[in-house]
């Protein structure tokens, strides 16, 4: 069966779609970009504070469904300067400690709001 996640720790969906999806055991993560979910706007700082907000919205998304990111299997990464890709792997290292997904990184042109950096992610629960 399918489930819908929401939680008011990450930000709403500002479209017609779910913060998460769940089924047969796994969870779909939606993109999270770096909104801070208490104003819904974009978080103040550098590049780096950005990909914090963002992996930050993605860990209380993954608390809602009932995972964390030592069961991601699957993470996608979108940026718009893959210049940044040094700063955005050692913070992401951080989060994700020993747990070592399969991921893809991808430089895009564009991003929804005006960021830098979108990533959503598999796991399983």
């Known amino acids: 069966m399918k489930n819908t996640i929401h ?4 930000p709403q969906a500002i479209g017609p779609y779910s913060q998460a999806v769940t089924i047969n055991g796994m969870v779909y993560t939606s993109g999270q970009i770096a ?5 819904g706007k974009m978080s103040e700082g550098d590049f780096g504070a950005r990909v914090h907000q963002v992996m930050h919205n993605l860990s209380e998304v993954l608390k809602a469904a009932g995972t964390d990111f030592t069961k991601v299997v699957k993470t996608t990464i979108y ?26 990184t991808v430089q895009v042109a564009a991003l929804p709001m005006g960021t830098d950096v979108e990533i959503d992610m598999v796991a399983h629960l």
């Open 35 to 39: 909104l801070d979910p208490q104003t």
């Open 79 to 104: 940026v718009t300067d893959l210049g940044k890709f040094a700063t955005l792997n050692a913070i992401y290292g951080d989060y994700m400690g020993a747990s070592k997904p399969a991921r893809a």
């Open 7 to 10: 939680t008011d720790s990450a």
